[in-house]
């Protein structure tokens, strides 16, 4: 002992006489980062899951054998996340948290399970599909519906019913990304033959579904934010967001409602108004559909360049007047057209409608029937 340096306990880091030992991480197909610790799924037994310790700096992230470290779910893993600070693990029936006090390095305290179920009407059919934003996780459900799971204790809530169609389409989603720049959270949707991709963009600071298509066919792989952009590879090819609004070619683009149903009876479209902000020359012009998207007719399509007057940045207002009427739904399809050069065209902010509907109140008795 003379010889050999000191031997030292750690017996102040609890009454176990120090910390566990450090092992590998055991096999796994699913990892999630929940505050300084490493959430895992998918292991050898299919229906347990395991959290590393805290990571230490300088240190490499460490896992324990100890049974406080790991605990298991009714059915087999499909995908774990965190929120809030607590693990979720996914199956393909049910959505697990984990809200206890979370293990200690020593194992004196503190244990990952057992498991909370949440009220779900099922759980998460493919781990790509996981995505943490303020709004809480989003993840697609085994019926193919997106659904976001809200911050705190609540049950899940279909998000995606109005891009249901799109994800018809595009069955698979093989990658996520959230843009900062613009407060997005984006899905690469791939049809069913893996020939072709479209992102699905839902604005968190307005809550809406967008799709962007391309004007080639891309097979978006894996996605990611890069500097607050988007960035992901199509093929063998690494593309990123662009920093300039102004294309080399003009892009058109619409945005398109769902079927809007504004009475129980039929109504009256007196007018539709868009607010937008100009920003070159270009057209816009709406469509309307009276059987639920399938045909559209054109209405006006109006002119705005700097020649006519307009200003880069000016606020504008455009109203049509529909021919037609009296419907039972509609669908509306604004469009922004090119007008013959490249520019940054029309910011579209959003729209209102002007509806003559049914007569509210109730219906004078006829004379004979009154008392």
Not at 124 to 147: N, Q, V
Request: with cysteine; aromatic share 10%; glycine share 10%.
């Amino acid at each position: 002992l003379l010889d050999e340096e000191p031997v030292y306990t750690q017996g102040e880091d609890g009454n176990r006489s120090g910390v566990l030992s450090n092992n590998p991480p055991p096999p796994c197909r699913y990892c999630w980062p929940v505050g300084q610790r490493v959430f895992i799924g998918g292991l050898p037994d299919e229906s347990e899951v395991a959290i590393s310790k805290e990571l230490a700096p300088a240190e490499a992230l460490a896992f324990s054998e100890s049974g406080a470290f790991r605990a298991r779910v009714e059915g087999s893993v499909t995908a774990v996340a965190g929120l809030d600070g607590v693990p979720i693990a996914f199956t393909a029936d049910a959505i697990y948290r984990f809200p206890g006090l979370l293990p200690s390095d020593n194992g004196a305290e503190g244990q990952l399970g057992p498991a909370v179920r949440i009220p779900s009407e099922g759980g998460c059919s493919d781990w790509r599909s996981i995505l943490e934003t303020s709004h809480g996780l989003f993840y697609k459900a085994r019926d193919g519906k997106l659904m976001l799971l809200p911050r705190g204790d609540g049950s899940p809530v279909w998000i995606g019913q109005s891009v249901r169609d799109v994800l018809a389409s595009f069955p698979t989603i093989t990658a996520t990304a959230y843009s900062d720049e613009d407060h997005c959270a984006l899905f690469a949707c791939q049809n069913s033959g893996g020939t072709a991709s479209v992102i699905l963009v839902f604005d968190l600071r307005i809550g809406q579904w967008y799709r962007d298509t391309f004007a080639s066919a891309q097979v978006i792989r894996a996605a990611t934010n890069y500097l607050g952009r988007l960035a992901y590879i199509d093929g063998a090819t690494v593309r990123l967001q662009s920093s300039s609004l102004t294309p080399s070619a003009f892009i058109e683009y619409n945005a398109k409602t769902g079927t809007i149903v504004a009475a129980p009876n039929r109504q009256q479209i007196i007018s539709v108004t868009a607010e937008g902000e100009f920003r070159g020359n270009c057209q816009g012009r709406l469509r309307i559909s009276y059987d639920d998207g399938v045909s559209f007719t054109n209405l006006k399509t109006f002119t705005l360049t700097t020649a006519g007057g307009f200003v880069v940045g000016q606020s504008v207002t455009l109203q049509w007047w529909p021919r037609i009427r009296k419907c039972s739904s509609f669908v509306l399809d604004f469009q922004v057209l090119t007008n013959g050069t490249a520019t940054e065209g029309l910011l579209l902010f959003e729209y209102t409608l002007e509806v003559l509907g049914s007569r509210i109140g109730r219906t004078r008795t006829a004379q004979t029937e009154r008392g």
